[in-house]
């Protein structure tokens, strides 16, 4: 038995404690509407910030979805959602602490390589044929290079989705947006995209050989030599010298 004291919660919480219970009892199920802020205010005795603050949280949950001049309504969340809300965080994380990008890019080649492996274990006719259309759209925006980022992240998300586990493609997608602030200025070197196309296109084609080894390979390969392009323009540019090395650095991101 201890001393310490009994915190009091604030009124919002009072609110947002009950209404959470409210949908974990099935009261409130995923489809429904909340009550109106007027029904909750009278129904719980507190003013309208505590009512309005509890649904903002609910929302920032992923719990509630709130529509202007619509009643807040019961969601289920997704994993692409829960994980997209801790995205400020990290990105946050990174900028206080610059080291912890290397653990991030580490994380990604652990998580990518094992995805590749999946994908070519579990790989259909059809999900051959959406990665190979990725592909495609990818090597298109060759014509197009401010689009190039996004269809690189669109390959790298697919692969994930054929694990066929849905928290696959929301956690890649999170790892590559929370560091692609950090590649965005050196993305553009002439030749450099055509080395990524060539590298994923021999990723696709271990997962549609069903070579589980040969694609995890792939994408190690793959994602460690774009990290060691990454470090060789990282070290000159906190010398100040950093646009020759950036030029090698088209795909670190990748």
Request: glycine share 6%; hydrophobic share 45%; charged share 25%.
């Amino acid at each position: 038995m201890t001393g310490d004291p009994i915190q009091r919660r604030k009124l919002y919480q009072e609110v947002l404690a009950r209404l959470q219970e409210r949908i974990r009892s099935g009261e409130l199920a995923p489809g429904d509407h909340l009550p109106s802020e007027r029904e909750l205010m009278a129904f719980y005795g507190v003013g309208r910030p505590a009512v309005r603050e509890a649904l903002q949280e609910l929302a920032r949950s992923g719990i509630v979805e709130i529509s202007h001049g619509e009643r807040a309504r019961v969601v289920v969340p997704t994993a692409q959602l829960l994980i997209a809300q801790i995205a400020g965080g990290a990105q946050h994380l990174l900028r206080m602490q610059p080291d912890m990008l290397g653990h991030l890019k580490e994380a990604r080649v652990f998580l990518e390589a094992g995805l590749a492996r999946l994908a070519a274990e579990r790989a259909t006719p059809a999900d051959v044929a959406r990665l190979r259309q990725r592909l495609a759209e990818h090597r298109a925006s060759l014509a197009a290079l401010d689009q190039f980022l996004n269809r690189d992240m669109a390959f790298h998300r697919e692969i994930a989705a054929v694990a066929g586990n849905p928290i696959f493609p929301a956690i890649v997608e999170a790892l590559f947006n929370w560091a692609s602030e950090y590649y965005r200025s050196i993305v553009r070197a002439p030749g450099a995209e055509s080395l990524t196309l060539a590298e994923h296109e021999r990723i696709v084609e271990a997962i549609a050989a069903h070579d589980a080894a040969g694609a995890e390979q792939a994408m190690r390969d793959h994602l460690l030599r774009a990290n060691a392009l990454y470090r060789q323009a990282d070290a000159p540019a906190a010398r100040g010298t950093a646009a020759p090395a950036a030029a090698q650095c088209s795909t670190s991101v990748r």
